[in-house]
Structure formats: C-alpha cells, structure tokens
C-alpha cells in the first residue's frame, strides 16, 4: 500500500532533517551500492547459464536425457533469475533536497503526468466522497 501525500511529504522532511544533521549517519543508512550486487547477479546467472548448456550438450552427447532436462532447466532458472533482478533494479537514490538530474519539471507536473489510472481513480473517488465535483 502506497503512502499518503501526506506521509510521503513527512518522510521527505525527515530524510532532509537527518541528512543536514549527520551526511554520515544518512550515507550509511542508505545502504551500500547496488550496481555490485546486480553485477554479482548477472555473473551468476552467466555462470549458471554456461553450467546449463554444457550440461544440455552432454545430456545429449550421452543419450542420457536426464542430463539434458537437468540443463535445460539449470538454463531457464539461470535466464529468469536474472532478468527479474534486471527488471527491479531501482534507479539511483537522490540526495535528499535535490532534483534528479535531467528533471526540468517541477514535481506537481512530474507527479500529474505519472500518475497511473488507479491513482486518477482514487482521486476521483476521494473528491466524490467529500462531495466535489468528480470531473
């Protein structure tokens, strides 16, 4: 479940508020860089990958099927584990206070245009509850 305008606007004060007081402190909360752990995914996945086909290619060497089922399924976890850690890689943490970069909108725009259907929908159904007009 998403946070409120609200809370999201008290989260953002407190990053603020702890960045300002302690950069140290707040540079070591945010965590260690991401970039090495998708590396380490990637190369696993490779290696899984490498493992699966030279297992495939014996299976298939040797008539003994299950050897190559075993691959081909080594295979295909190995590809799909590392397309989803591709696909969830999130982008880069901002410093709190600052615009990312390449942003010329001002976020009232930016939140407008990537609001998603469900969010309009909620909107809409918030302004209906309090009695505005729902258009």
């Given at each position: 479940?998403?946070?409120?305008?609200?809370?999201?606007r008290?989260?953002?004060?407190?990053?603020?508020?702890?960045?300002?007081?302690?950069?140290?402190?707040?540079?070591?909360l945010?965590?260690?860089d991401?970039?090495?752990?998708?590396?380490?995914?990637?190369?696993?996945g490779?290696?899984?990958?490498?493992?699966?086909?030279?297992?495939?290619?014996?299976?298939?060497?040797?008539?003994?099927?299950?050897?190559?089922?075993?691959?081909?399924?080594?295979?295909?976890?190995?590809?799909?584990w590392?397309?989803?850690?591709?696909?969830?890689?999130?982008?880069?943490?901002?410093?709190?206070?600052?615009?990312?970069?390449?942003?010329?909108?001002?976020?009232?725009?930016?939140?407008?245009?990537?609001?998603?259907?469900?969010?309009?929908?909620?909107e809409?159904?918030?302004?209906?509850?309090?009695?505005?007009?729902?258009?």
């Amino acid at each position: 479940m998403p946070l409120s305008e609200h809370e999201q606007r008290l989260l953002e004060q407190m990053e603020r508020a702890l960045y300002a007081e302690d950069p140290k402190l707040a540079s070591t909360l945010r965590g260690a860089d991401l970039r090495a752990h998708h590396r380490r995914r990637i190369a696993l996945g490779l290696i899984g990958f490498l493992v699966g086909v030279a297992l495939l290619i014996t299976g298939a060497a040797t008539s003994i099927a299950l050897v190559g089922v075993v691959g081909f399924l080594l295979m295909l976890a190995s590809a799909w584990w590392v397309t989803t850690g591709w696909r969830a890689r999130p982008g880069p943490t901002p410093v709190p206070g600052t615009a990312p970069p390449g942003s010329s909108r001002t976020p009232a725009k930016a939140k407008a245009r990537s609001a998603g259907v469900m969010d309009r929908l909620e909107e809409r159904w918030r302004r209906r509850r309090e009695g505005e007009n729902p258009n």
